[in-house]
Every structure is written in structure tokens, then in C-alpha cells.
């Protein structure tokens, strides 16, 4: 063995000394950024700022934040206020899984079904195929099933832009007894019916199997949307900013700081008017005893010297 060898094997069984105990233990440095900029003669580097209102955002996000500002700072009358009421997320869930299984045909699935009747007929069997059960939509349409008491649920969607073209339909719904319920996104009906978007859907009919959760989902709407008179009279919108509702406050504070100090100012001067008076008085009885010290008889002795005389005169 070579005495290089032994060393290292000492070395290593040797005990490791801790760092940053005892009078020998170095002080761990702090890592410095070589490449970060200093801005200070204290060299101290920039704190991290919030740049959300410094950044410049697009067109169109400023006018989607402006218009949602706005929506809430104006008073939106019922019509268009109702649409803000919408159907729960279990219900909604419910009814969009009932939705699923009602969605029209594709074009491929329509050509499929076709090919096949015709087939048929060219071996000479009489196969009828019966259109499937599927959602009605368009706006159009819906109205002419509603009109017609064919509807048995009607699904309105709560964003649809301009805002006339659904305005109506609760009301129409209301008066002909069709029960109706508004959901969130008309993206959501598009997809339904293999659209991008869709203002409104119907059901007019529903398989036997799905009845019991039919009936279910009409339960809900009813009291929530056709009986409901609340939201057909409930004004929505002007909510105000945090910046006015400080200032109100500020001046409601205010107002009343100065009702306490007027209040205050009328009870210190009653209070001087009442000492004043009581001065006054004080000071004219203290003329009268004054008065009285000089003539040397009181009033009251002069006016019974004055009696004495009238009768001595009379006599």
C-alpha cells in the first residue's frame, strides 16, 4: 500500500466539519445576479410593479370591459333583466344530458337513413322510416310551435345579442301556458344542434324511458320562470362604482357631522341667550335696591305715604 492511499482513506473516515458552527464557521454568502441591472446608487434593483392598468390591451377586450361596466352602472329595465335569472347548474346539467340524446340528425346520418329506405324499395319491401324525435330550432320555427300549443319546453338562451330578437318569447310562453327556462350560452345550444350558436330551442315530444326526468325538469321551470312575478317586475343594473360609493358614503358622513355641529351650535346659543336673561334680570334688581338705598324708603312705603295724604286731603 502506498502512503498516498492510506492518507485519503484517513481522510475520508475522518468526521466532516460543520459549517457555520464555532469561531472557524463560514458565513454562507447570498447569491448575486452577475446580470441583474442596477437602477441605484444603492444598488438596489426595481421591485416588481403591477402593470395590469399601465399595459395596453386590445380593442376589442377594452370594449368587452367597458360594455360589462356599463351593463352594470345603467338601470336595465325587467324585459331584459330576466334573462339574468338563469336555470341552476344540476338542473341545467340535467337538462342539457335530456338535450344529447334529442340532437337532429347530421347530413351523413340523414343520407345513411335515406339510402337505406330506398334499397328497400328496390327489393320491394315497404319500409316506412319515421323521422327520429330531435330539438326544433330557429327562431321562426319555435315561435310557430309555441303559437300552436305543440311546444312542451322552451329553452332560451341568456346572451343572445341583440337582445329583440328573444325579448318576447318569455312573455308569449307565459300567455300560452308553455313552460320556458333561459340558460347560459347560446354557444352551448349551438351545440346542441351542430350549430356555433342557437338563440332558442323546443321539445316537443320526449321518449317514454326519459318522461320521469321530463317531468322533473318542468317541475323546476315552472315556479322558477312562468309563475314567477319577481323577476318580471325586478329592475336590474346601477351598481355603483367603489369610487362613487365612498364618495356618498363621504358626503352622508358629512351631512350628518354637519347636523351634530348645528345641533350643537343651537344648544350653546340657547344656552348664552338664557345666561344673558338671567344677567339682565340681575342687574335691573340690582338697580332697584340702588334706587331704593338713595331715596332712603323702600316703593312700597312711599306709596303708603301717598295713600295717607289723598285721605287727609279729602277730609
Known amino acids: 500500500m502506498s502512503t498516498k492511499s492510506k492518507q485519503t482513506r484517513q481522510k475520508k473516515n475522518q468526521p ?67 334573462f339574468t335569472n338563469t336555470l341552476e347548474r344540476n338542473t341545467a346539467y340535467q337538462l342539457f344530458t335530456l338535450l344529447s340524446k334529442y340532437s337532429p340528425e347530421t347530413k351523413k346520418q340523414k343520407k345513411t337513413r335515406l339510402q337505406k329506405v330506398a334499397e328497400s324499395k328496390v327489393i320491394g319491401d315497404n319500409v316506412k322510416s319515421k323521422k327520429p324525435l330531435t330539438v326544433k330550432y330557429g327562431i321562426n320555427h319555435v315561435t310557430s310551435l309555441v303559437e300552436r300549443k305543440k311546444a312542451k319546453l322552451v329553452i332560451i338562451a341568456h346572451d343572445v345579442d341583440p337582445i329583440e330578437l328573444v325579448v318576447w318569447l318569455p312573455a308569449l310562453c307565459r300567455k300560452m301556458g308553455v313552460p320556458y327556462c333561459i340558460v347560459k350560452g347560446k354557444a352551448r345550444l349551438g351545440k346542441v344542434v351542430h350549430k356555433k350558436t342557437a338563440t332558442a330551442l323546443v321539445l316537443t315530444d320526449v321518449k317514454q324511458q326519459d318522461k320521469n326526468a321530463f317531468a322533473k325538469i318542468i317541475d323546476i321551470c315552472m315556479p322558477k320562470f312562468n309563475d314567477n312575478v319577481e323577476t318580471r317586475t325586478k329592475w336590474g343594473g346601477g351598481v355603483l362604482s367603489s369610487k362613487a360609493r365612498k364618495a356618498i358614503e363621504k358626503n352622508l358622513e358629512s351631512s350628518q357631522l354637519s347636523k351634530k355641529l348645528m345641533q350643537e351650535q343651537k344648544i350653546r346659543e340657547r344656552i348664552i341667550k338664557e345666561k344673558l336673561e338671567q344677567q339682565r334680570l340681575e342687574e335691573e334688581a340690582q338697580k332697584k335696591k340702588e334706587e331704593e338705598a338713595k331715596n332712603g324708603k323702600p316703593e312700597a312705603d312711599k306709596t303708603e305715604d301717598k295713600k295717607d295724604t289723598k285721605k287727609s286731603g279729602k277730609k
Not at 460543520?18 to 445576479?33: E, I, S
Open 16 to 82: 466532516k466539519k460543520q459549517k457555520g458552527k464555532g469561531r472557524k464557521g463560514k458565513k454562507k454568502q447570498k447569491k448575486v445576479d452577475k446580470f441583474a441591472k442596477v437602477y441605484s446608487k444603492q444598488k438596489k434593483s426595481v421591485p416588481v410593479r403591477d402593470l395590469y392598468q399601465v399595459m395596453r390591451w386590445p380593442k376589442y377586450i377594452k370594449i368587452q370591459r367597458q360594455r360589462k361596466v356599463l351593463m352594470k352602472r345603467l338601470r336595465v329595465p325587467p324585459a331584459i333583466n330576466q
